[in-house]
């Protein structure tokens, strides 16, 4: 922060102006700890795929109908699940089918029973502390996903707890479909828009394309483009990594 306000202490001002807890991993409480991701840009990237460079209208076309398919489907399947009953996400169910048959193989020890105190051993012989009070697991799962760790599940099962009570309310259907259910409405043609009496905006020359061929991508790279396994090019001539025989410096040495 020190460095920031030398750099700009406007910016300073801005972030110290912003609650804490929804930026700093140290102000965090602990779920996010060592989780630093880029997640969320992700899935609009996900969403957005092949919208890249596009017109400006080309592209707030293909966001609004990709968007609307999205809701479609997704409120479909919320509507299934409100009509048989079904308490929480797809996601969810099947995360904690699996965390209870893990949950059956465990060793667990009752230390209160008021504060539902245990320790509880797996399988690999690691140990984690469990209370049920407090709904926390040194494991720290429940805390950073918001549904039950299988420790906590094997707790639940030997107090006759309901280990459902452990999951945040916005993994239930009921949430689910009220994230899906705002409507898109059909667009009109054209020639059908009322007519516009607004600021008339006139891109800047400086922004004009000239000459032809791929405009060049102003995106920030990170870790996350740089793919995994990745072998590097081989010279047919040189052998040398790094480039080809087209632009090998070599090639006279290797003639």
């Known amino acids: ?36 991701t880029t997640n969320i840009s992700e899935v609009f990237n996900s969403v957005l795929k092949g919208a890249r460079s596009l017109l400006v209208t080309a592209l707030v076309q293909l966001t609004f109908f990709r968007l609307n398919s999205y809701f479609v489907a997704r409120r479909e399947v919320g509507a299934n699940r409100l009509a048989s009953s079904e308490q929480f996400t797809p996601y969810v169910d099947a995360q904690i089918q699996g965390r209870v048959v893990k949950a059956g193989s465990m060793e667990i020890v009752l230390y209160d029973h008021m504060k539902g105190l245990f320790h509880v051993k797996s399988r690999s012989g690691r140990t984690h502390r469990v209370n049920l009070h407090e709904k926390t697991c040194t494991c720290v799962k429940t805390l950073i996903y918001g549904f039950p760790c299988s420790h906590i599940i094997s707790a639940c099962q030997h107090r006759c707890v309901d280990f459902r009570l452990f999951v945040e309310g916005y993994y239930t259907t009921k949430s689910y479909y009220g994230t899906w259910a705002p409507l898109f409405h059909p667009k009109f ?21 000239f ?11 990170n870790e996350m483009d740089i793919r995994e396994g990745k072998t590097l090019i081989t010279c047919g001539l040189c052998k040398q990594l790094g480039h080809n025989r087209r632009s090998c410096k070599n090639i006279n040495q290797a003639q």
Do not use: C
């Open 1 to 36: 922060m020190n460095t920031i306000g030398r750099i700009n202490s406007e910016a300073l001002q801005w972030l110290e102006a912003v609650p804490f807890q929804l930026w700093a991993l140290l102000h965090d409480g602990g779920r996010r700890y060592g989780l630093m």
């Open 189 to 209: 043609n054209e020639d059908e828009w009322p007519l516009y009496d607004g600021t008339v905006i006139v891109p800047p020359e400086s922004m004009r394309r």
């Open 211 to 221: 000459g032809s061929g791929r405009p060049k991508s102003t995106r920030l790279h």
